[in-house]
T-cell receptor, first 113, second 111 residues
Framework: EAGVTQFPSHSVIEKGQTVTLRCDPISGHDNLYWYRRVMGKEIKFLLHFVKESKQDESGMPNNRFLAERTGGTYSTLKVQPAELEDSGVYFC???????????FGAGTRLSVL | EDQVTQSPEALRLQEGESSSLNCSYTVSGLRGLFWYRQDPGKGPEFLFTLYSAGEEKEKERLKATLTKKESFLHITAPKPEDSATYLCAVQASTGANNLFFGTGTRLTVIP
């Protein structure tokens, strides 16, 4: 069974540019989460989808971040325009139920120069 | 506010030297406590879930325990391949399903 897949694995962009990260969850998992780890800090929650609906967006830092989940399958996280402080590793996770184990992807390392 | 603190930040052990990692937490009602292992360049890999004080789970050389305020990850006779960062996370019973993570313990096992 394929795990959670994220791409790109690494993205280097300049301040002010736009970047889109993609996450393909484990097949059949209705719950999809985005997290972020900035340098030296803990992994922090960004948002939670149940199928195509946003269940919880309380961790999104500002309106430069836009997440979508088309048809309840894969999800994208767009940062527009990117700022230096957006640099970090963005993880996606999925789970069958909201309370069950979350399985993580390998992450996308975003570097904003 | 929900919070997770892990100690030590880093730990170096000789192969075969047993030790424990600590995870202290404050949460408004615990639904579950999760241990993950993370290798460089990879995502967190699930190890254990604990739900109630007194619960214990084992997997190979690892054993996780839970009290009302903390969890321990005991590593017995570690091997170099156990070297990784170990992450602790809690999920609150308040309705939100997100995980609150600690900063992790970076374990190095020397042959």
């Amino acid at each position: 069974e394929a795990g959670v897949t994220q791409f790109p694995s690494h993205s280097v962009i300049e301040k002010g540019q736009t970047v889109t990260l993609r996450c393909d969850p484990i097949s059949g998992h209705d719950n999809l989460y985005w997290y972020r780890r900035v340098m030296g800090k803990e992994i922090k929650f960004l948002l939670h989808f149940v199928k195509e609906s946003k269940q919880d967006e309380s961790g999104m830092p500002n309106n430069r971040f836009l997440a979508e989940r088309t048809g309840g399958t894969y999800s994208t996280l767009k940062v527009q325009p990117a700022e230096l402080e957006d640099s970090g590793v963005y993880f996606c996770a999925s789970s069958q139920q909201g309370w069950s184990i979350q399985y993580f992807g390998a992450g996308t390392r975003l570097s904003v120069l | 506010e929900d919070q997770v603190t892990q100690s030590p930040e880093a730990l170096r052990l000789q192969e075969g030297e047993s030790s424990s990692l600590n995870c202290s937490y404050t949460v408004s009602g615990l639904r579950g406590l999760f241990w993950y292992r993370q290798d460089p360049g990879k995502g967190p890999e699930f190890l254990f879930t604990l739900y109630s004080a007194g619960e214990e789970k084992e997997k190979e050389r690892l054993k996780a325990t839970l009290t009302k305020k903390e969890s321990f990850l005991h590593i017995t006779a570690p091997k170099p391949e156990d070297s990784a960062t170990y992450l602790c996370a809690v999920q609150a019973s308040t309705g939100a399903n997100n995980l609150f993570f600690g900063t992790g313990t970076r374990l190095t096992v020397i042959p």
